[in-house]
């Protein structure tokens, strides 16, 4: 019996202790970084909660702006999650975000979606990606591709592929296919502006984790699949890049929109209302100015000045 | 005329003994291919893990710089989150259990309630993930807090602990019930001065592994949308926070080669955790069980 409540007090202690320990934390974690950022930055240190979500393109981005800001303002609690461009949208449309990352423009129906809420936003392009094909690094009858034969392999016609299909001089052998999964952006942007909205072969493998792709393409002589710039830099040795009309996607061609139709900007839409709030605006101002250093910094490209410039006009305009 | 053919006998004896042997080779060899598994899956996580393991690992906030990237918001979110589901999960399914096992009549409505309990336990966790979100995150108006995340989580439990509770407490010996009604007792003084200390080990060895899963669930919190880039410990019950599991998927599945190697250093910080946990489990049922 006596064991019995022994045990009981001390797990109750445990917890309590438990509980206690995350708020001690917390204390200690705040006041430090107070401290040690108050030195630096004279702005006036705000408090607030600002949630996010949406695209896996744009989270390295948002993470380093995230990473950074904290540091200038520990109070200011910046949370956001990685659903994909779609997934993301769809808590923007819902209310429960107060912006919204998407590597591709709003659809028609998600704004009309948003207008029936109530809801209105801002858009601000924060970078360029550049969709890279990929293929083997065995692979040696593809170099370059054009757009109508890259539409020519993606498209679904009903049967099984072959690269012999797409041209003669290629070896017969079935094309397997990776793609990223419906709820991203490069997807939707792919099938968009590359398919025309025509149905994306049926056989390819899908997956939100590009990482996936680009194991699945490094294994396969006869793969191919395309993502953000980024999956493709860090992957550069294990894998072959396809120049598309003869560009290949790389730093400047991107910028300077030569890869085209493949090289496309980045997003953040926020919620107009979240912007009224000094926390958000401040963040989403932070946001702005180094959204293209940060972009550099984990491997997309920066967009031109003007359009910075531009953001932040449409951002002074809810400065209070 | 002899009433054993030694003949006979000698000649199965050694088909009798090879069975055996094949028997048990084929046994031993399904043990060390489970071992093995583990053995390969604990050698390439520490391998890949262990030099991204340090002070600073548990301190940080996740980064965009491998080295500087630490896993301090998901530790103690999962601690937080844990230091819900603790409580919630053990009132309700010890409580239930105690129900079913004392009070309820061994009727039709218990059976089909026994039944589906049975059931729940089986129920994939992203189901309870789509439940939280709609209820609790969306309906409760809880966000994506950790109480949401908790009351999740102690949903996906609650049948593996009622089980658990249930056969423990009808492990205790009718006897022991007897002797407290011989005495005057009534039901409730018997429950508590009597079923539950007797019934506590195996309640709680049950309960915690139960707690060990509900840290290394991911499906529910990626169907919650838990976010992954928070450079911030929880403040309250409230609070946004990310988990242990989300950190690692999130690392898992960044471009950078290094972070797969942190990917697996978060891993052998969340094995560490389990494997604490479980062990508490071991600790309590050697030490308390079997007392009668």
């Not at chain 1, 979606?113 to 209105?120: A, C, S, T, Y």
């Not at chain 2, 061994?106 to 709609?134: D, R």
């Not at chain 2, 019930?177 to 019934?199: C, D």
Request: glycine share 8%; net charge negative; charged share 20%.
């Amino acid at each position: 019996m006596k064991k019995w409540k022994y045990l009981m007090v001390t797990s109750m202690a445990t917890s309590a202790l438990l509980l206690g320990a995350c708020g001690a934390d917390q204390k200690a974690g705040n006041s430090s970084s107070e401290t040690s950022t108050g030195a630096e930055s004279s702005d006036e240190q705000l408090q607030g909660k600002i949630a996010g979500d949406g695209s896996s393109t744009v989270s390295p981005i948002m993470e380093a702006i995230v990473e950074e800001y904290s540091a200038t303002q520990p109070n200011v609690q910046v949370a956001v999650g990685v659903s994909g461009t779609g997934g993301g949208f769809e808590k923007f449309i819902n209310g429960e975000t107060d912006f919204s990352n998407a590597s591709r423009p709003i659809k028609d129906e998600e704004a009309a979606k948003l207008k029936e809420k109530g809801v209105d936003y801002t858009e601000f392009e924060i970078a360029y990606d550049g969709i890279s094909i990929v293929v083997n690094k065995d692979n040696d009858w593809i170099e370059d591709l054009t757009v109508k034969q890259l539409e020519e392999i993606w498209v679904d016609n009903g049967k099984k592929k072959k690269w012999s299909d797409i041209n003669k001089d290629w070896p017969n052998e079935e094309i397997k296919f990776y793609s990223p999964g419906t709820d991203s952006g490069t997807y939707d942007y792919f099938v968009n502006d590359v398919l025309e909205e025509q149905q994306l072969d049926k056989s390819a493998t899908l997956s939100e984790d590009d990482n996936v792709l680009v194991t699945g393409v490094e294994a396969d002589k006869n793969a191919i699949g395309y993502f953000g710039f980024a999956y493709y830099e860090a992957n550069k040795d294990k894998l072959k890049i396809v120049k598309i009309d003869g560009v290949e996607p790389t730093h400047d061609t991107i910028q300077s929109g030569d890869y085209t139709p493949l090289s496309r900007p980045l997003f953040v839409y926020a919620n107009n209302k979240a912007l009224e709030d000094p926390a958000m605006y401040n963040f989403m101002e932070y946001a702005l100015n180094n959204a293209g250093e940060m972009a550099e910094s984990v491997g997309y490209v920066k967009s031109p000045d003007d359009v910075y410039a531009e953001d932040k006009k449409k951002l002074e305009e809810f400065k209070k | 005329m002899a009433y054993i053919n030694h003949e006979v006998v000698e000649r199965q004896m050694t088909k009798r003994r090879t069975k055996n042997t094949v028997f048990k080779n084929l046994f031993l060899g399904a043990t060390l291919l489970a071992l093995l598994a583990l053995v390969v899956l604990m050698y390439r996580m520490i391998t890949q893990g262990a030099g991204y393991l340090s002070l600073d690992f548990l301190q940080n906030f996740s980064s965009r710089f491998p080295e500087k990237a630490g896993i301090s918001a998901g530790l103690v979110g999962s601690l937080a989150m844990l230091a819900v589901v603790t409580p919630v999960s053990l009132f309700l399914g010890v409580g239930a259990a105690i129900y079913l096992e004392e009070y309820a009549k061994k009727n039709k409505v218990t059976t089909f309630i026994q039944m589906n309990i049975s059931n729940l336990a089986g129920v994939p966790s992203i189901v309870f993930g789509l439940l939280g979100l709609t209820i609790f995150v969306r309906m409760l108006g809880m966000g994506k807090s950790i109480l949401a995340a908790g009351l999740t989580m102690s949903l996906l439990i609650l049948p593996v602990i009622i089980v658990a509770a249930q056969e423990a407490v009808r492990s205790v010996p009718g006897s022991l019930r007897e002797a407290s009604y011989g005495m005057g007792a009534t039901k409730w003084q018997t429950i508590y001065k009597v079923v539950l200390p007797a019934a506590i080990p195996g309640i709680l060895t049950g309960s915690i592994l139960a707690l060990s899963r509900a840290i290394g669930e991911t499906a529910p919190l990626v169907v919650i949308g838990i976010p992954v880039i928070v450079q911030f410990l929880p403040d309250g019950i409230l609070s946004e926070f990310t988990a242990l599991p989300m950190l690692i998927f999130d690392w898992a599945k960044r471009p950078q080669e290094e972070f797969q190697y942190v990917a697996a250093a978060g891993i052998l910080v969340l094995m560490m955790l389990l494997i604490f946990m479980n062990s508490i489990a071991v600790f309590i049922r050697n030490k308390f069980q079997n007392r009668y």
